[in-house]
């Protein structure tokens, strides 16, 4: 399903409002109406150092998500610190929450 039609689709709205606003607001409007929400689910992480060319990896050093054994944006974590792109994972992670108007 589309990231628009997902956020127009009235039951949805009614039941899952915080997620028919989250893919409402994801990117531009002519990407919502070709991305879909299994897409924005799969999307990989950012990483400044796993995002570089093949050259760039090879002379600052192997991240490990490629290749390498250890987390250049946390070198002293035992695990990948990449950041997730994905807009609406927060939401359906969250099935009970409810939106606060401070």
């Given amino acids: 399903m589309t990231l628009a039609t997902l956020a ?6 009614r039941s899952y409002a915080a997620l028919a ?4 607001a994801v990117s531009t409007p002519q990407l919502r109406t070709m991305g879909t929400i299994g ?3 799969l999307l ?3 990483c400044n150092y796993y995002n ?16 390498g054994d ?3 944006v946390a070198p002293g974590s035992p695990r990948c610190r990449a950041i ?6 927060p939401v359906l992670v969250s099935p ?6 401070w």
């Fill in 21 to 24: 606003t989250t893919a409402g």
């Fill in 84 to 89: 997730s792109s994905a807009d609406t994972a």
């Fill in 70 to 72: 250890v987390c250049l």
């Fill in 8 to 13: 127009e689709h009235p039951a949805i709205q």
């Fill in 96 to 101: 009970g929450a409810r939106r606060c108007n």
């Fill in 44 to 46: 990989d992480t950012r």
């Fill in 52 to 67: 570089q060319t093949e050259f760039g990896r090879h002379s600052i050093g192997y991240c490990m998500k490629k290749d």
């Fill in 39 to 41: 897409g924005n689910l």
